[in-house]
């Protein structure tokens, strides 16, 4: 069976949204962040498996939507169908299937509020609103739509919010395809934004898992690197792709070799009875670092 080229996409929205459920409705639905009750947690609900209606060699390929109990003030709560969907070109079902989603979801759930927003990829630009008619009955679901490829790379840059940093890789994932180099560099990229405002420890974690999963990074190296700077809070490297420069790397190499240097010496001079204070004289180095040495 052939794997699905965008279910690891899917994957890696789909995670980014349950794990950082606050920060994703912050982003696409401030009104509704607006009114939630921060008292209380942001939930997903489960049972909510779509049925799938594709062929049977495409039902392992099929990652399940998100949907989220949303506590608002007052004691309400609202249940938010959040679909991810990755396309290659216009998908004329695409509509269709974010309204039989809220349809299923709105019959589950009678006693609460449905809403929900889409992000979605292809050359479907203007995907907000579905109608359908049937000898006399119309029905027609308007939602919210966020389309990946019209979002201008610079204004994500500079949008500090948690959320945007998913959405700026979302989007230079999309940009880069099935390029490896471009995937790095672009990883590489979020990195060095890493510090750029102060993120809890839970939030670096979905962001960092995010960029691993949306530019399925091969290197060990750079996801190492990736986790560290997110949970270790480094400082911004400069470019990843040389994390230390040519004469950076000759500098401490240096400096590294002159210092062992020093310590070599002085287990010389101590081998030989000579005392502290004369191999302090000599080697500049302190009389802890001495003592250790014995």
């Excluded at 799938?52 to 938010?80: A, C, H, I, T």
């Excluded at 949008?159 to 099935?178: Q, T």
């Excluded at 986790?227 to 792709?241: F, G, H, I, Q, W």
Aim: charged share 30%; with cysteine.
């Amino acid at each position: 069976m052939t794997e699905n080229p965008h279910k690891w996409r899917d994957v890696a929205w789909k995670k980014a949204i349950i794990d950082g459920a606050r920060d994703a409705i912050a982003y696409f639905m401030p009104d509704l962040a607006a009114d939630m009750d921060t008292s209380r947690e942001v939930i997903g609900i489960t049972g909510m498996e779509l049925p799938v209606k594709d062929s049977d060699s495409d039902k392992d390929m099929r990652v399940s939507d998100v949907f989220l109990n949303v506590p608002v003030k007052g004691g309400e709560d609202w249940s938010v169908a959040c679909l991810a969907e990755q396309q290659d070109a216009h998908d004329d079902l695409f509509a269709a299937r974010v309204f039989d989603s809220v349809l299923r979801l709105r019959a589950s759930r009678p006693a609460g509020r449905v809403t929900g927003f889409v992000i979605y990829t292809g050359d479907s630009k203007d995907v907000n609103l579905y109608t359908e008619t049937c000898y006399g009955l119309e029905l027609s679901l308007k939602f919210r739509s966020f389309h990946i490829p019209s979002y201008a790379a610079k204004e994500l840059r500079c949008d500090n919010r948690p959320f945007a940093r998913v959405m700026y890789a979302g989007r230079m994932s999309y940009e880069s395809g099935d390029d490896i180099a471009l995937r790095e560099k672009y990883a590489r990229e979020l990195l060095n934004m890493a510090d750029e405002i102060s993120y809890d420890n839970s939030q670096r974690k979905y962001i960092l898992e995010f960029a691993e999963r949306i530019f399925r990074l091969k290197d060990p190296q750079m996801s190492d690197e990736l986790r560290e700077a997110y949970d270790m809070k480094t400082v911004p490297l400069r470019e990843l792709s040389n994390a230390l420069s040519k004469e950076e790397g000759i500098l401490i190499g240096k400096a590294e070799g002159k210092a062992e240097g020093k310590f070599e010496v002085a287990r010389s001079m101590l081998a030989d009875g000579l005392p502290a204070a004369t191999i302090r004289k000599y080697t500049g180095l302190d009389e802890s670092s001495i003592l250790s040495l014995r």
